[in-house]
Every structure is written in structure tokens, then in C-alpha cells.
């Protein structure tokens, strides 16, 4: 993901339009084309239900282009994938901008995105010994995902609450030295002075100017704003147009990872007593994991192979 980010920022080899939005009987869908010079072309295509009762996940499907013939070279289910790339870039920028290892991790959501969030963030720092995961309720699929988390790392202290246990809430977010959010939520989610100075926050769920996570003194509390995308996050990311930033106003995470000259703390640390990140996805993650899986199923001979498709 660093050197997807870092393409992206160097504004160069790449072409990645804004994502078109269509709205269908019983879900928003969007369409993400991109192509990166050297690595391929793709487009994504991810429907999100637009009633909250529906808890079937995000179906999503990225369809690779063979780039000698102009075929459809592969249809990966994305699903999982979007997942994994999404929180792959939240765990380089908890890493690029905490000023701490971290102990603790509050997760607000309960879908794919917080599996992989929590699960990555795991994997990257073991100094990690607690985790919370907040949804709307103490449901089924809360549960599952405790269960299979519980399983994949037994030496870590888990635990779910409900959004509306206030006092517990209130005492995750004080003490969390990670928070990462990835709901469709429309107000904020807690307010920003239940968050400690030091705290690194990882916002993923809103991409519409209308879905917020978070209110606009705790994007204030930042400083400057680190995004995957700054044209991207200018025009859909709801927290940060709320609190009223350009383009100008971010820093674009590709531009730190290429930073070799120690000026990561200053950028981190003069401007404000939280570090915030703010993703909506940009079609160059898809582009380049798409590619990975193809080429990794060619070399396995897994897959299903489709005879004479363009016959």
C-alpha cells in the first residue's frame, strides 16, 4: 500500500477518476475505475444497502483488464479484499503517525472492514494487549465477529459493548491509544472530549458529504488532516467538509511515507494533540491487490477458467 500511496501523491503514471454513484431499489452502488502504468487496470464495483436492518455485507466484484488485448483478463470478488486494503492502509498510517506503540485499540462498526482493521492492527503491533468493538447493539453478528477474533488471537483481552452503554463507551474511547471507525453513521459517534490527547484515529466509513463519525472539534483537535486522497476527501468526506477544509488543508499520506527526512514528527505533533487519518478509498488499492491475487492464482492454478469468454 506504501507504494500505491505514493504514486498517488506523486501525481504521475496513474489515472483514477471520481467514482460514479447509482442508485438502485435497495442500495447505492459504486463504480471505481483506475489504472496504474506498470501494475494494470481494473474496475470495482461495491453496493451498499441503503437500509440499516440489511447486515449482508458489502458485495463487491473488481474486474482486471488484460493489458495487451484489452480483455477482461479476471472477476475477483472483492469483498474481502476491499476489506484488506483498506486497513492495510489505516495500519502504514497508525504506524507513520503514532508517536507510540499502542496498547489498546476501540473499534466502532461490526462488518468486514473492523475484522480487518482489528485483525491487522494485531498482526502489526503486538505491543497491542486490548481491544473494544462498539456496535449499535449486542447482536448476532457482534457476537460472531468477538468469536472468530477470540480465536485468531487468544493472548488479546476483547470485549463488544453497545453504542448506548455510555459510561463503558465514554471509557474505552479515554483510554484507547488507537480508534478506528468504519460505519455508515450520519452524526458523530462520540464526542471529542471523551478522546486523550496522543490518541491516533482512523476514519473509513464515510464517503458522502452527508455520513459523519466524527464531530468537528475532534477534526480541529488534529491539526492537519493525513487522507489517502485529497481531491477525493475534499468533495466526499463528510467530517471534513463539515469542519469546513480544502485540498490544501490535507496532507496526503503518500507524501509522508516518501518523507525520508525526519519531519514527521513536527508535521505530527505542532498542529494539534490527535492524529486523525482519513481514507475513502482511492481505485489504485484496488488496482494493485486485484493484480496481486490474479498473479498469485495463476502461479497456484487455482481459479475458475472461463473458455472462449470473448468468442
Known amino acids: 500500500?506504501?507504494?500505491?500511496?505514493?504514486?498517488?501523491?506523486?501525481?504521475?503514471?496513474?489515472?483514477?477518476?471520481?467514482?460514479?454513484?447509482?442508485?438502485?431499489?435497495?442500495?447505492?452502488?459504486?463504480?471505481?475505475?483506475?489504472?496504474?502504468?506498470?501494475?494494470?487496470?481494473?474496475?470495482?464495483?461495491?453496493?451498499?444497502?441503503?437500509?440499516?436492518?440489511?447486515?449482508?455485507?458489502?458485495?463487491?466484484?473488481?474486474?482486471?483488464?488484460?493489458e495487451e488485448t484489452g480483455c477482461v483478463k479476471a472477476i475477483v470478488n472483492a469483498s474481502a479484499l476491499t476489506a484488506l486494503r483498506t486497513a492495510a492502509g489505516s495500519v502504514l498510517a497508525t504506524r507513520s503517525l503514532l508517536s507510540k506503540p499502542p496498547t489498546s485499540l476501540v473499534a466502532f462498526g461490526a462488518g468486514k472492514q473492523i475484522e480487518a482493521h482489528v485483525d491487522l492492527h494485531i498482526r502489526a503491533f503486538p505491543s497491542i494487549k486490548r481491544f473494544v468493538i462498539v456496535n449499535r447493539s449486542k447482536n448476532m453478528r457482534l457476537e460472531n465477529l468477538l468469536s472468530e477474533l477470540r480465536r485468531s488471537h487468544p493472548h488479546v483481552a476483547i470485549e463488544g459493548l453497545a453504542s448506548d452503554?455510555?459510561?463503558?463507551?465514554?471509557?474505552?474511547?479515554?483510554?484507547?491509544?488507537?480508534?478506528?471507525?468504519?460505519?455508515?453513521?450520519?452524526?458523530?459517534?462520540?464526542?471529542?472530549?471523551?478522546?486523550?490527547?496522543?490518541?491516533?484515529?482512523?476514519?473509513?466509513?464515510?464517503?458522502?458529504?452527508?455520513?459523519?463519525?466524527?464531530?468537528?472539534?475532534?477534526?480541529?483537535?488534529?491539526?492537519?488532516?493525513?487522507?489517502?486522497?485529497?481531491?477525493?476527501?475534499?468533495?466526499?468526506?463528510?467530517?471534513?467538509?463539515?469542519?469546513?477544509?480544502?485540498?490544501?488543508?490535507?496532507?496526503?499520506?503518500?507524501?509522508?511515507?516518501?518523507?525520508?527526512?525526519?519531519?514527521?514528527?513536527?508535521?505530527?505533533?505542532?498542529?494539534?494533540?490527535?492524529?486523525?487519518?482519513k481514507s475513502v478509498g482511492i481505485g489504485l488499492q484496488d488496482v494493485a491487490i486485484a493484480r496481486y491475487v490474479v498473479s498469485k492464482a495463476e502461479s497456484l492454478a487455482v481459479g475458475t477458467v472461463v473458455e472462449n469468454f470473448h468468442v
Open 1 to 66: 500500500m506504501a507504494s500505491v500511496f505514493r504514486r498517488l501523491s506523486s501525481g504521475s503514471d496513474y489515472s483514477s477518476p471520481y467514482r460514479t454513484t447509482i442508485a438502485m431499489a435497495h442500495h447505492t452502488t459504486l463504480f471505481m475505475p483506475s489504472r496504474v502504468r506498470d501494475v494494470g487496470t481494473a474496475i470495482k464495483v461495491v453496493s451498499v444497502p441503503t437500509s440499516t436492518d440489511d447486515k449482508r455485507g458489502l458485495p463487491a466484484s473488481t474486474v482486471l483488464m488484460d
Open 165 to 277: 452503554d455510555t459510561t463503558d463507551v465514554r471509557s474505552a474511547v479515554s483510554q484507547a491509544s488507537v480508534i478506528c471507525t468504519a460505519t455508515s453513521s450520519t452524526r458523530p459517534l462520540f464526542p471529542s472530549e471523551w478522546v486523550t490527547p496522543g490518541t491516533h484515529l482512523n476514519l473509513v466509513g464515510s464517503f458522502k458529504p452527508g455520513m459523519v463519525e466524527v464531530d468537528c472539534d475532534l477534526i480541529k483537535r488534529a491539526g492537519t488532516i493525513v487522507v489517502d486522497s485529497a481531491e477525493a476527501c475534499a468533495v466526499e468526506a463528510g467530517e471534513l467538509i463539515a469542519s469546513g477544509l480544502r485540498a490544501e488543508d490535507m496532507i496526503e499520506i503518500g507524501r509522508l511515507v516518501e518523507d525520508r527526512q525526519g519531519e514527521l514528527g513536527e508535521i505530527q505533533m505542532t498542529k494539534g494533540d490527535v492524529t486523525v487519518f
